[in-house]
Antibody, heavy 123, light 110 residues
Framework: QVQVVESGGGVVQPGRSLRLSCAASGFTFSSFGMHWVRQAPGKGLEWVAV????????YYADSVKGRFTISRDNSKNTLDLQMDSLRAEDTGVYYC????????????????WGQGTTVTVSS | QSALTQPASVSGSPGQSITISCTGT?????????VSWYQQYPGEAPKLKIYEVTKRPSGVSTRFSGSRSGNTASLTISGLQAEDEGYYYCSSKAGSFTLLFGGGTKVTVL
């Protein structure tokens, strides 16, 4: 079935790095843009980053720009989020999500979500 | 950019209709037909309920409908059921390559 599964979360000290991964299956991964969305404990959803289906473009929320890097490997059907210079406010559940429309219109809805992986930034 | 504005909570009795608003600006909700609505139960991932302002994904109940007037989008749930209780988030494209979410609305079925 169509699914995405996140991994790589954990506890990390402020200023350190962590790399999250998202494994996709059941669909043609290379045809869809992908997002990372996060949710701080007890808070709402916050968009983090998007990458085009072919990896040609990537965009970030101001809160993570310059610290996080989104990437993908279409040969392995995987999406990554490299998180550097982590801060306490980066704590939360990180979801990867598929763009609803293949090859374009990357901001017009996310129709497949993983269960999330938890990141805790604490000393 | 600031988050889109949603009421913190909305409640209704079974069978009633409720409407959740999502207020943005002319730079996001008012310009792009890229408003989506998500339902989230505690501890679970969000689920897409409405996309492109008014469209329902396959499998989503016709009790869910979306609309927009100016810079405010709305989600209406008709024939409210116990299973509709949860959190609802709107999102909109903002600027060329940014996405904004609303702060979320807790729906309570009385």
């Amino acid at each position: 079935q169509v699914q995405v599964v996140e991994s790589g979360g954990g506890v990390v000290q402020p200023g350190r790095s962590l790399r999250l991964s998202c494994a996709a299956s059941g669909f043609t991964f290379s045809s869809f843009g992908m997002h990372w969305v996060r949710q701080a404990p007890g808070k709402g959803l916050e968009w983090v980053a998007v990458i085009w289906h072919d990896g040609s473009k990537e965009y970030y929320a101001d809160s993570v720009k310059g610290r996080f890097t989104i990437s993908r490997d279409n040969s392995k059907n995987t999406l990554d989020l490299q998180m550097d210079s982590l801060r306490a406010e980066d704590t939360g559940v990180y979801y990867c999500a598929r763009c609803r429309v293949a090859a374009g219109f990357n901001f017009y809805g996310m129709d497949v979500w993983g269960q999330g992986t938890t990141v805790t930034v604490s000393s | 950019q600031s988050a889109l504005t949603q009421p913190a909570s909305v409640s209704g009795s079974p069978g009633q209709s409720i409407t959740i608003s999502c207020t943005g600006t002319s730079s996001d909700v008012g310009t792009y037909a890229a408003v989506s609505w998500y339902q989230q139960y505690p501890g679970e991932a969000p689920k897409l309920k409405i996309y492109e302002v008014t469209k329902r994904p396959s499998g989503v109940s016709t009790r869910f409908s979306g609309s927009r007037s100016g810079n405010t989008a709305s989600l209406t749930i008709s024939g409210l059921q116990a299973e509709d209780e949860g959190y609802y988030y709107c999102s909109s494209k903002a600027g060329s390559f940014t996405l904004l979410f609303g702060g979320g609305t807790k729906v309570t079925v009385l």
